[in-house]
């Protein structure tokens, strides 16, 4: 059974000389609205083929749903028919795409597409489509083939982020959008594991996902050297902030409340709390901001983290042969200023090769070597923020591979930097102090309830494996 929409507003029947003024239009569409598009190159052959064979837009090739889906309960009230009588299409955004070419893709009435959109960019600005957008459109007919009749919609709606729907439907002969916001619930979840090649297969085996694991790492910065410091058997474990929908879906993540990083059996244990100028940031046991003046890996900690560039060079700790620390890790990684401070010397210097020197203080200056490449505006006298690029891994000097070369000085003098003792920035401390107090055990209280499911099911994994040998 077919139905056929007649549209009120204009005759959509379409002979063979309005199939080629279509794909005139489409044409048109297509060319004025590419300013939304970052690549539409792609589109203008596909269009420009169609007009040259005078063919049919393609026909529809997302999966067509009769029943209705829970989004489509969700918004069946803004349609005038019941969900039964409606059909769902669903569309990814690929490179290249617009929305109004999308919707054409589909069949959907060339008024109509543009009607809609323009009711759209009321609430929401279609040049924010992201690449694998999923859209869904909602015909309440639906045409067999594409070369007599195009469809009329009934609205679409597309979710831009975790907590956004975004709903356009049809009233009358116009459409009207609506932004309508989700409600998620905050949960907390629990990671753990060994680690054996890298920190990031370890919290891809515990589950926790790479965006909490790049945070976590982060905030070690300051303390690890995660070229030195990390071993196989090493453990991570912790705690973060859980979004979920309605149906118990994972819908984004939060903040971090614990992480700890058991290191050659030293445990450093940090937690997340929101400071009185209402900062998130990690402190220690003690209330101690785990924040100091320099980073102990100034290298990018989340490449060094996922194993890469262990192979290139003999990972050289600080000796009195050797008066400096070396990261190796691939030409072009980024080289962080360990410090805030002001650029002392750039440039060429002899078997350091590229070279840089941050001046922190009157105290204290870093220097980094064998640089392959400066970042634009290093230059001396230049002020410098902690963690800012200043230039990237490279073998110039005398190097046998791709290495970053760290010395941290103290007075003109190379210091071992793994033996320094840096004074942290802050230190939370009366009404504040009893405030975090309170937050701690609560977070640890809440760690180990999640600790004993997380054991549980190893055990029971355990006993599966022994009982599957
Ligand atoms: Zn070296």
Redesign the pocket.
């Known amino acids: 059974m077919k139905k056929r929409y007649i549209a009120k507003h204009t005759s959509m029947r379409f002979g063979l000389i309005l199939t080629m003024a279509a794909v005139s239009a489409v044409i048109f569409c297509a060319s004025v609205l590419f300013h939304e598009t970052a690549k539409p190159t792609k589109n203008t052959a596909a269009v420009q083929k169609i007009a040259a064979k005078a063919e049919p837009i393609p026909v529809p090739t997302a999966a067509t749903v009769k029943k209705p889906s829970a989004a489509l309960q969700q918004f069946a009230k803004y349609f005038s028919t019941t969900p039964e009588n409606l059909y769902e299409q669903k569309l990814t955004v690929r490179s290249g795409d617009t929305l109004i070419a999308l919707l054409q893709s589909q069949n959907v009435a060339t008024e109509d597409a543009h009607v809609a959109v323009k009711a759209l960019k009321d609430v929401w600005d279609p040049k924010n489509l992201k690449l694998d957008q999923e859209i869904y459109v909602i015909k309440s007919s639906l045409s067999e083939t594409t070369t007599e009749e195009a469809d009329a919609i009934e609205g679409i709606y597309f979710r831009p982020d975790p907590e956004t729907d975004v709903l356009v439907y049809r009233e009358d002969d116009s459409f009207t959008a609506e932004k309508l916001g989700r409600t998620l619930q905050k949960t907390f979840a629990y990671g753990g594991s060994v680690i054996d090649l890298s920190l990031f297969e370890a919290g891809d085996d515990a589950g926790v996902p790479m965006g909490v694991m790049i945070k976590m790492i982060r905030a070690f910065s300051y303390d690890v050297d995660f070229q030195r410091d990390l071993k196989n058997g090493d453990k991570f474990e912790i705690v973060y902030e859980k979004y979920i929908d309605d149906k118990g879906d994972a819908a984004r993540t939060g903040n971090i409340l614990y992480a700890s990083l058991l290191l050659s059996g030293k445990e450093r244990r940090i937690y997340g709390y929101e400071n009185q100028e209402g900062e998130q940031a990690f402190y220690d046991r003690n209330g101690m901001s785990i924040k100091k003046a320099l980073l102990k890996t100034p290298v990018d900690n989340v490449r060094m983290s996922s194993g890469f560039g262990m192979r290139f060079h003999p990972i050289?700790g600080y000796s009195k042969m050797?008066k400096?620390?070396?990261f190796a890790a691939s030409i072009g990684t980024p080289i962080h200023a360990a410090g805030n401070g002001i650029i002392a010397e750039v440039g060429p210097n002899g078997a350091y090769g590229n070279y840089i020197k941050i001046r922190h203080n009157s105290e204290f200056a870093t220097a980094y070597?064998?640089l392959n490449a400066f970042r634009k505006g290093i230059k001396e006298g230049v002020r410098v923020k902690q963690g800012e690029v200043i230039g990237y891994v490279g073998t110039t000097g005398r190097s046998t591979g791709p290495?970053l070369?760290?010395e941290v000085l103290v007075k003109g003098e190379q210091v071992n930097p793994s033996s320094l003792k840096l004074p942290t920035a802050e230190q939370l401390v009366g009404k504040e102090l009893v405030a975090f107090k309170n937050r701690l055990s609560q977070i640890e209280m809440k760690l180990i309830a999640m600790r004993r499911p997380a054991n549980a099911q190893v055990a029971q994994r355990a006993v599966a494996v022994q009982r599957a040998n």
């Open positions: 050289l050797h400096g620390v070396d070597a064998h290495h070369h760290y």
